[in-house]
């Protein structure tokens, strides 16, 4: 009796066994190459070894992603072996390119440090994506790079794709011929772009006005570290532009926004900015080495949008250290009635206050959030006494204040206990240290020094600041 119950429960046992099957290789090789499109170009060709199926389904991702950042952390130091992974990263582009079928390109993405000596290469993979009618065409040549790269080592983008003929220091000057069974310029397809960014590219304004007013689907525009973009218009209703980004391109001397329904600006030319007639325009991120009466410049420069900011992040230049605080603390900043955020980044100045921000913070009423981006090397640990806000002003609608960077004694109580005063409704404090701070490139933040000061500041911040915030407010440290 009992073998015979043990038989039979190992029968039932047997037949609960189920093998796992292969659902997936079962769907469509439309399903199963979208959902490739959601990985690296890497991950996504690593598939091939699953089965006879998938040899060739990555072949037909529409979204090409080549971020090979990571190497260039391990050889930060190395410049021969930089060299070697440079070679590397555009023979594996360059072959991956010529093994690709898809028709249509979604993204198309470089993010890799390069410069001029890669420009056959890069102009052969911007022919390519051109010619899939490529939506995100980025470029981002300087990610976790040399900062200090000069312009004229930069690569420069090939005016000749588009019909202009040669751009301004441009070194290329005729089609490729090459492996890719590349289309003629004249037939390239650039009307699908939505997305255009360009880092550390030298790019002018010629060729941005082309994508512009040829582009009608172009909604996003980034231009950063570009030598030769001198003047720019964003000009016409009829563009579809909602988010413009021009930063560090140091010889920029005018930069033009009239009749647009742009949505958000974030530019480092503030002083060479024309704006009119920007009826949607909220969001602001702007600084300028050249503004001298900081808060006057900034106000008269967004006068005609002041009004209907909901964020505005502000970059202070150097020029700050020169201004009386308490001066700019008594400043009648114009209203900003609907802004929701406000961001202040700005470098730490010995230990000098910041409390001549709060004159903004006044002039907005419905402010919810406040950010301090405070970019310094080390923490520091102040023997001044900390001053008082001048002027009290309730802050009625204030729920979160974020502190980024390494503590600064005074500097960070001040405004602490500034908030604690004023904002009736606050709930939350935020101190990070960790956080990378533009520009410093990511590897910076790998180095043990900085991981050592970070762990410093949050030592610091949690003995002089804990003391300082009440039970009923969180205090988070990083």
Known sequence: MAKRLHSFALNKCQKRVCIAKDHISQLPDEVLVHILSFLTVEEAANTSVLSRRWLSLWRYIDRLDFDATKPLDKVALQPKLQKRQMKKYLRWVSCTLQMCKGQRLDQFRVCFDLNKSARHEIDKWIEFAFSRNVQRLELDLLKSGDYNRTFENCYTFPAWLLGLGDSANSSSCIPHSNDLQILSPVKQNFKSLKVLLFKSVNVTGKVLEFFLHNCPFLETMVVHRSGTLVNLEVVGLSLKLRHLDIQYCYYLESLKICDTNLVTLRTSAGAKLLLKNVPM????????????????????????????????????PHSWRNLSQEKLEHYNFPQLTKLKKFVLTTCREEDKSLLGCTSIIRAAPQLKEFELQLISTCSVQTNRECRKAAIKCRLHHL??????????????????????????????????????????????????????????ARDLAKLHLEGEVPPDIELVIL
């Open 281 to 316: 325009l909220v969001e602001v991120e702007i600084s300028s080495a050249e503004f001298i009466h900081f808060l006057k410049d900034i106000s008269s420069c967004l006068s005609c949008v002041i009004s209907q900011l909901v964020v505005l992040h502000i970059h202070v």
């Open 399 to 456: 729920k979160v204040v974020k502190l980024w960077g390494f503590y600064s004694g005074a500097v960070h109580v001040e405004l602490v206990r500034y908030f604690l005063e004023n904002a009736i409704a606050l709930e939350k404090i935020i101190f990070d240290p960790s956080t990378p701070m533009p520009p410093l490139p990511i590897r910076f933040h790998l180095d043990p020094l900085f991981i050592k000061e970070a762990q410093t």
